[in-house]
């Protein structure tokens, strides 16, 4: 069964979508059957591996509202063979006050996307920024989230309320849910200040930060113009090389945790 993979974080501009899309490209590049699953309204993920929108006619909005089958909305992308495309459109900003009277209303992107975790090996849900019923959605639907942390002077700022969302979501909704990591986000290793944030969201969360920390990089930014993931756009740049690290981080981790569960089983 597939691991469903949110990156949330209710801050802006702190490379979500950057995260979710290369993330998901590298596992794809690794040929892991990877689907990215476009969960913000802005729909960046969606235009950042090579699909209009506007030319989008049934969109996660559906699924969660309309109840289509997931499996008649998903694309496959033309970028990567192993990377398939859950869409998003603007109409999801108006799927949460259309959800509030709703019988189950968290559990509409679960019900859409456990069904499909058998044909993956990783789905990846890139979050729009905010708490809203559409992230909680996100959350509820997940096995473990991703936080994308930048190291700027207010990288923790934020940070405090999400993890308490996620503690809320543990005890109400997803008992299963674990946090993947936090992962350190447009760092320069010119400014002492992103040294001294490293240093910083390490002392206080230790374990749960990935090795792997992502540089700002011109490329990385370059990429979504393309309609392509980086690893595309320049393989050899320090953008594409950090997410291919992580990519593996998190399969070499997956793998660690999964070996004992399948001892236990051959025991039993």
Do not use: W
Not at 29 to 40: C, G, Q
Not at 94 to 102: D, Q, T
Not at 121 to 147: M, R, W, Y
Request: proline share 4%; glycine share 6%; hydrophobic share 45%.
């Amino acid at each position: 069964m597939g691991k469903i993979i949110a990156v949330a974080n209710q801050k802006g501009g702190v490379g979500k979508t950057t995260s979710a899309i290369n993330l998901a490209a590298s596992l794809a590049a690794l040929e892991y059957r990877t689907l990215l699953v476009d969960a913000d309204p802005q729909a960046n993920a969606t235009s950042g591996v090579g699909f209009d929108p506007k030319d989008i006619e049934n969109s996660i909005y559906e699924c969660m509202v309309d109840g289509i089958n997931a499996q008649d909305i998903i694309l496959q992308t033309q970028v990567l063979p192993h990377l398939d495309l859950m869409p998003s459109h603007i109409d999801l900003v108006g799927a949460e006050v259309e959800m509030i009277n709703l019988p189950n209303r968290e559990e509409k992107m679960k019900d859409a996307l456990r069904p499909l975790a058998d044909q993956y090996d990783f789905i990846i849900i890139d979050c729009s920024p905010s708490l809203g019923l559409i992230t909680v959605n996100a959350l509820t639907a997940a096995h473990s989230v991703i936080v994308p942390v930048q190291c700027e002077y207010f990288a923790l700022e934020g940070l405090g309320k999400l993890l308490n969302t996620i503690k809320i979501i543990q005890s109400r909704l997803n008992e299963e849910l674990e946090i993947e990591g936090i992962l350190l986000t447009m760092y320069d290793v010119r400014l002492r200040l992103s040294n001294q944030v490293v240093e910083e969201v390490k002392l206080h969360f230790q374990q749960l930060v990935f090795d792997t920390i992502i540089p700002r990089n011109v490329k990385l930014s370059e990429s979504p113009s393309f309609g392509i993931p980086v690893i595309l756009h320049d393989a050899e740049s320090k953008g594409s090389i950090s997410y291919l690290n992580l990519a593996r981080e998190i399969v070499e981790k997956n793998v660690a945790a999964s070996a004992p569960e399948a001892a236990e089983g051959e025991a039993a």
